[in-house]
């Protein structure tokens, strides 16, 4: 299939503001020993959850369409590092990820799926703040933007520039409650600045954002998570529990910052 190279200079998400972004040091960040606590520079060993990403449904779910695999297969049409996780799954595990993100990060993709991204900051520092920041992000869906330092597979050190951000993507048929995702860009910054690539990486969001609403559509109208219900303490009595409404445009979970630098752009 054709890959998606760029986004449309219109994009909503490409107003918004842009920031300087510090030089860092791999030799100042990686090193650290495994399994230093959290919030003192170091990062939990990953839960590495069962392969969730690339199985089908069964019984009386078999018509509906597996969300983690329509993401899956939509992304290896995206030529860029990205990824999109789960965060109304336990524990965030990534759904789908480009062939680019499988490039930079050198892990293969059986490996990355239905695992939380942190894998990859083992071994390498990570402010508290920055911590915070993608907690809240995969809490809320708030946009973050960071320069973090990564470990390859092979163990390489590298500085990735992230950003990520909430999108909206329909609404549970059995309760109504939104079902949003994290959806972000990745970019290896260690010989650039990490500002020539911001830009870039805001309108490469729109592009993922365009390429998961044509996913979703393309099979129907309906569309199923695997094995997660919107209120797993008060089962339906539907055939399908988890299944999802799309929505034709998923929606930007709103970022009070961007906007209103957005609209002082505009004014």
Known sequence: SRRI?????RSSISMGRTF??????????CGYKRGRPEGRGGIKDEKVLPDVALNGLNGNEQDAVDLHRLIAEAME?????????????????????????????????????????????????LSPSHLRDIRSCVE??????????????????????VEMRGLKIGKYASS?????????????????????????QLERLEVLSKVIAEALTVNGTIVATRGMAPSPDEPSTESCVDCIE??????WIPDEAQEEARGRHLL
């Open 176 to 200: 109504g409650e939104d079902k949003w995702l994290v959806i972000a860009v990745q970019g290896d910054v260690s010989n650039q600045e990490s500002s020539e690539l911001h830009l870039k």
């Open 140 to 161: 809320t869906g708030k946009h973050f933007a960071g320069v973090l330092a990564n470990q390859r597979a092979d163990g390489t050190h590298f500085l990735n520039l």
């Open 5 to 9: 190279q760029s986004a449309s200079s």
């Open 20 to 29: 300087p972004m510090p030089r860092l040091s791999l030799r100042h960040l």
């Open 246 to 251: 799309p929505f034709l445009d998923p929606i």
């Open 77 to 125: 049409s995206i030529s860029f590092p990205a990824t999109v996780a789960d965060p109304q799954t336990e524990d965030c595990p990534l759904i789908g990820v480009s062939p680019d993100f499988v490039a930079l990060t050198q892990f293969p993709t059986k490996s990355i799926l239905g695992r939380n991204c942190r894998f990859l900051n083992k071994g390498c520092y």
